[in-house]
């Protein structure tokens, strides 16, 4: 191979996010917006909060990033509260569905409340069980009103970048309680020629003794089906078993998938017609003394 493996500056991974948003069809091309919002009680305190992710336009997708509620709140409708208002904005800004992650610990049956239904379930290494979770906000769905709705008296509002750091301590705390504190490190690879261009380019991270996760592979087009996409994957999955992973996981369209299938990723959940017109898919490797 007439390429060496180098790390990717900041640049460079801005330029892969760019061109993979190039390869996916038309119609799934999205503008992504970051929005937070936070719920204060009588005397201005942050009690809880969600942060969440807009992909506007054709993808028409709200994704749940966080959501959280203060321990001493918890009971009160304070989650209902937020969960009410973040779809309100989604139906606002054309949303067709909401889609979610949780854990065995977390809330699963307060979104199934909610009107959310499980399309994937893994269990991750450390035994816990994790879940997506979708509604499609153009179908009926019964309204869930908690039976103690006393949370309704605080006050909702769209929050800032220090509203959503305080929101997202507050779910790793909370995560760490039960699964403990895990050591993220990132592979960011390209392979570059003599010139040091790039040729194939990779974006992932690891959560040390727990499971990796591809968020990008890239080759540029005149390059692609000379096996470089897979050279790389590879190296990012031998990365996060030298990290102590079992398994990696990845996202996919139907534009992609293929890829993945071909490396031995095995699907472990699929969301139909969403973005409309394709599906997406959630997919996984466990890895083996053979990798």
Same mark, same amino acid.
């Given at each position: 191979?007439?390429?060496? =493996?180098?790390? /990717? ?10 061109? =993979?948003?190039?390869? *996916? ?41 966080? /959501? ?28 067709? *569905? *909401? ?9 699963? +049956? ?9 399309? &994937?379930?893994?269990?991750? +290494? ?14 009926? &769905? ?13 006050? =909702? ?13 507050? =779910? ?46 890239? *080759? ?29 996981? &990845? ?31 959630? /997919? ?8």
């Amino acid at each position: 191979m007439d390429y060496k =493996i180098e790390n /990717l500056t900041n640049e460079e991974a801005a330029y892969i996010g760019e061109q =993979i948003n190039e390869i *996916v069809p038309q119609e799934v091309d999205a503008d992504e917006e970051e929005f937070v919002l936070k719920v204060e009680n009588e005397v201005g305190e942050i009690v809880g909060g969600c942060i969440a992710e807009l992909y506007e336009y054709r993808w028409s997708r709200l994704y749940l990033n966080t /959501l959280w509620v203060d321990e001493r709140y918890r009971h009160h409708g304070i989650g209902s509260l937020i969960i009410r208002e973040l779809e309100r904005i989604a139906r606002e800004k054309g949303c067709r *569905v *909401v889609t979610l992650g949780t854990a065995s610990y977390m809330a699963r +049956p307060f979104y199934e409340k909610h009107g959310y239904t499980v399309f &994937t379930t893994l269990k991750k +290494p450390n035994g816990y069980l994790s879940y997506s979770l979708v509604k499609y906000l153009d179908r009926e &769905t019964p309204e869930y009103l908690p039976s103690d709705n006393s949370g309704a008296r605080f006050r =909702i509002s769209l929050g800032n970048e220090d509203d959503a750091e305080r929101i997202e301590d507050g =779910i790793v705390a909370y995560s760490e309680a039960h699964e403990g504190k895990f050591e993220r490190v990132d592979f960011r690879k390209k392979l570059a020629d003599k010139d040091g261009s790039i040729a194939a380019g990779v974006i992932a991270d690891v959560n040390k003794d727990a499971y990796g996760f591809v968020d990008a592979v890239f *080759v540029e087009e005149p390059l692609r089906r000379q096996g470089l996409g897979a050279y790389l994957l590879k190296a990012a999955e031998a990365f996060a078993r030298e990290n102590g992973a079992s398994m990696v996981l &990845t996202n996919a369209g139907d534009w992609n998938v293929e890829f993945f299938q071909k490396n031995d990723y095995l699907l472990r959940g699929e969301l139909k017609d969403v973005p409309k017109g394709h599906d997406c898919y959630e /997919l996984y490797k466990m890895l083996t003394d053979e990798l």
